[in-house]
């Protein structure tokens, strides 16, 4: 089961994308997550992107389109992957799509989460990442995924680990417009993307707005 998901960020992307590995027990292959272990590693690769992720810019094409496409080759992948946070532009788009094409490969569901500019951007900035598993959703801002209370401290709502960390990039404003600037774009960035991929499959459309188990009821419904 090879499966694409796109969302801006802060429309619940990847906490919809936990619960569709979980029914497809395919690797969630985000590629922010990627770039932020490798950073954390220091490798390479990670020297390479940490700029471009800290101003809120794309990591150049060159270096994130052969990652992601030798990623899919790895052993976990032979029976399906689901897609997150890749492709983030045309270019990426078409350079995938040729890619599966050339190894005979599908795209089983390409699913697009649909939210405002603005709803987004005050998701990001109440996002809260839990130091045990970053699957699990914490956000300030949103009712249904508040972290829990310990003794007058934020806890992960779902382990009750005591490390909730924001990223420094869901704090910056700027980066934040910068990232929503790219995803909104349809003439070369994410929606231009998607748009490509309607072209060519149907492409499975849910609203963001309501509450995470809302979305993934309406997304698991369309995915039958
Ligand atoms: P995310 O965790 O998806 O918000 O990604 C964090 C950052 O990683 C982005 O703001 C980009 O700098 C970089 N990044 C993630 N995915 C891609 C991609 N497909 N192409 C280029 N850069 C990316």
Known sequence: MNILIFGPNGSGKGTQGAIIQKKFGVPHIETGVIFRDNIKKGTELGKKAKDYIDRGELVPDEITVPMILNRLKEADCASGWLLDGFPRNLVQAEALWNALAKENMKLDYVIEIILDRQTSKNRIMGRR????????????????????????????????????????????????????????????????????????????????????????????????
Do not use: M, W
């Open 129 to 224: 990442l839990c130091a045990a598993d970053n699957n699990h959703p914490n956000n300030i801002f949103i009712d249904a995924i508040k972290p829990a209370e310990k003794d007058g401290k934020l806890v992960c709502r779902v382990c009750g680990c005591e490390t909730l960390t924001a990223r420094a990039d869901d704090q910056d404003e700027a980066a934040i417009d910068k990232r929503h600037n790219i995803y909104y774009d349809t003439t070369t960035g994410t929606l231009a993307g998607v748009n490509y991929f309607k072209e060519r499959v149907k492409v499975i459309e849910v609203s963001g707005v309501p509450g995470v188990k809302e979305v993934s009821e309406d997304l698991l419904k369309k995915l039958g």
